[in-house]
């Protein structure tokens, strides 16, 4: 292409325009743009005209609305600081970027820095037609490209939809068409939400989110209710829609009523081991039901809809269940970070009184009229004698249950065996005066009288003649009670190390999740297991990965195997705090290098 001279200084001084005192006699105090016209005009991204006028329905030409977003991004902090943004463009050499641009425009230094930083690409011809009015989707994808640079205009239809939907909160209402043109008014908006104001006081306002009509060909102009997670929400006067983010497809919600509909800020506190912790979530409801991120779920008063104080318990390493309710019904939410997802909505009664609602944990609640296991009441238990166990196990004056089923009729006899650790998994043990339960289910194998837990994860246990092991499953933190594993019918000199590793016969042996064993050559006198402690506790995963490993007076083990790269003294782990949701992770290290999962492996394999 052709070079031109450097534009003279006048010409690129006209980029920067004098900060005055914002007060139009066409811009009246109660306007909804009055706000963003005087900001913009005061920090000198826009101007007003000698007559005192602002002209805020005056159309506003491509090359205008470039002008206006680098100069907002530059005043706001979040591009050039002015001086280095004018040193830039009076070093832009090619101004003939566009073919139906000949160099002297105002705008070709500006079009054509902009057409380099990937901000503006021109039409298919090989134009920019700066003097043609912009429309509602060449400004919004102006605004989100200056911002992080985003390209999306993909196979799934519209050029336009991508931007529309990382920046949903960009068009002012006003907007009904992808190709209206733009307004001074309407674009000094669209600059003061996108550079200018936070977030969440943009939220406040409302907002138009065009998204392609899942019917018919064109695009549907919808009031913006918000995002959760990776689903917007959006409606219209006669429905509500998602739009999934990562594909821009868009659904109509059944039944939902768009008069009422929209998504409601709960703040919940809970304790998350041992510190206070709140966490804003997000539910989509109307004034009849409840919904997940993607559609209905149930409920009758969704509007009424309100969390129970202190009713969760940790669902994994990400994610906690809450429980709430509206006026007919409670409900089990599983929540990670804002998103919840509505899991189970509880069998309900007219008479229940919801303010005495209390969870127990491992699915069992109550009210003052019932008990509840996952959602389902329990009958025929006498709730003024109900006492709940823990783990899943309660009792009334007749009997003993687990989960909902009949455990035991012994309740003078009947207890509960609670771990000293809960970290690997819950206690599934109990005992009367002629049996040892194990998740609810007789265990005839041991003797009640003399049954014993040998270390305080509750992994290894028996009597005076036999130890067994619960099996953890390969993935994820349950265990499984179904068939504990037989180590030994020998118990005299039976010894649990840890979670992982036991020691009988003079043997060191390691027990894979799944429940296969194998010997170590660990000296059995001094071999130890790396463990949590009870002041970091983390999820069962995490507890289980730090017990596969050990070491004793020579060598650290990974699982059976000594690795003899590791130095004895140094090896060690650490596992800083992490929030609720926040992924965990186990670090190791010794003096000479650190160690990721796949360093470990290598040497695992290796020996």
């Known amino acids: 292409m052709k070079k031109v001279p450097l534009l003279p200084l006048f010409v690129l001084s006209f980029f920067f325009i004098p900060r005055v005192s914002a007060d139009f006699a066409d811009v009246s105090d109660d306007s909804e743009y009055q706000e963003s016209i005087s900001t913009l005009t005061e920090m000198g991204v826009i101007q007003g005209y000698s007559d005192g006028l602002f002209q805020p329905d005056r159309f506003v030409n491509r090359a205008e609305f470039l002008k206006m977003v ?6 706001s902090g979040n591009g050039y600081i002015a001086a280095d943004l004018e040193l830039i463009l009076s070093q832009v050499d090619d101004l003939t970027c566009f073919d139906d641009m000949d160099g002297l425009e105002w705008f070709a230094p500006m079009v054509c ?7 503006v690409q021109g039409h298919p011809d090989g134009k920019f037609y700066g003097d043609e009015k912009v429309n509602a989707a060449e400004a919004v994808k102006m605004l989100v490209r200056s911002t992080d640079g985003s390209v999306l205009e993909t196979e799934y239809g519209h050029w336009a939809a991508g931007y529309f939907l990382i920046s949903p909160l960009v ?5 009904e068409m992808v190709d209206q043109n733009v307004t001074r008014a309407e674009a000094a908006e669209m ?16 907002s138009t989110l065009m998204v392609q009509n899942p019917n018919e060909d064109g695009f549907l102009a919808l009031d913006y209710l918000g995002k959760i997670w990776g689903t917007h929400f959006a409606k219209n006067e006669s ?3 998602t739009v999934w983010a990562h594909d821009f497809k868009v659904k109509p919600i059944e039944d939902a009523d768009p008069s009422t509909f929209r998504i409601e800020l709960f703040k919940v506190d809970f304790i998350h081991k041992g510190k206070p912790f709140s966490w804003n979530l997000k539910i989509p409801l109307d004034a009849n039901q409840l919904y997940n991120n993607l559609g209905y779920v149930g409920g009758s008063r969704g509007g009424s809809f309100t969390f129970f104080e202190g009713a969760f318990e940790p669902s994994g390493e990400s994610s906690y269940y809450f429980y709430g309710h ?14 919840c997802t509505i899991l189970r909505k509880f069998e309900s009664s007219r008479s229940e009184n919801f303010d005495n609602f209390e969870y127990l ?6 009210t003052s009229d019932f008990v509840y296991v996952d959602g389902k009441i329990q009958k025929g238990i006498d709730i003024n004698t109900f006492e709940y166990l823990g783990d899943g196990y309660y009792k009334d004056m007749n009997a003993v249950y687990f989960e909902g089923e009949l455990v035991s009729e012994d309740v003078e006899g009947f207890e509960h065996i609670i771990f000293s650790t809960t970290y690997v998994c819950p206690s599934p043990f109990s005992v009367d005066s002629d049996m040892v339960y194990i998740g609810g289910e007789p265990f005839p194998a041991l003797d009640p009288s003399t049954f014993k837990i040998y270390q305080e994860y509750g992994l290894f246990f028996g009597d005076d003649s036999s130890v067994y092991r619960l099996i953890l499953e390969a993935k994820g933190p349950a265990c499984s009670a179904d ?18 590793y036991f020691l009988t016969g003079g043997i060191v042996y390691y027990v894979y999740d799944g429940g296969k064993v194998v010997s170590s050559t660990a000296d059995p006198d001094t071999f130890v297991s790396y463990s949590v402690n009870e002041e970091n506790l983390y999820d069962q995963s995490i507890s289980r990965s730090i017990g596969s490993f050990g070491r004793d007076n020579d060598f650290v083990y990974y699982r059976e195997k000594k690795i003899e790269a590791w130095d004895l003294e140094t090896f060690d782990y650490d596992l800083p705090f992490a929030e609720p949701g926040d992924s965990i992770s186990v670090d190791w290290a010794d003096k000479k290098a650190s160690y990721d999962w796949n360093d470990i492996n290598e040497l695992y394999l290796a020996n």
């Open 70 to 75: 680098y100069l907002a991004r530059t005043i």
């Open 113 to 119: 820095l902009a057409k380099q930083e990937g901000v």
């Open 171 to 175: 068009l002012p209402p006003s907007f």
């Open 191 to 206: 600059i003061w939400r996108s550079f200018l104001v936070d977030q969440i006081e943009v939220a406040q306002k409302s």
């Open 239 to 241: 429905s509500v829609y």
């Open 326 to 339: 509206d006026s007919d019904h409670i409900y089990m939410l599983r929540c990670f970070y804002e998103k």
């Open 361 to 366: 944990g491992s699915g069992v609640s109550r």
């Open 483 to 500: 068939q504990p594993l037989l180590l030994t019918n020998d118990s005299a000199d039976f010894q649990a190390i840890g979670s992982n």
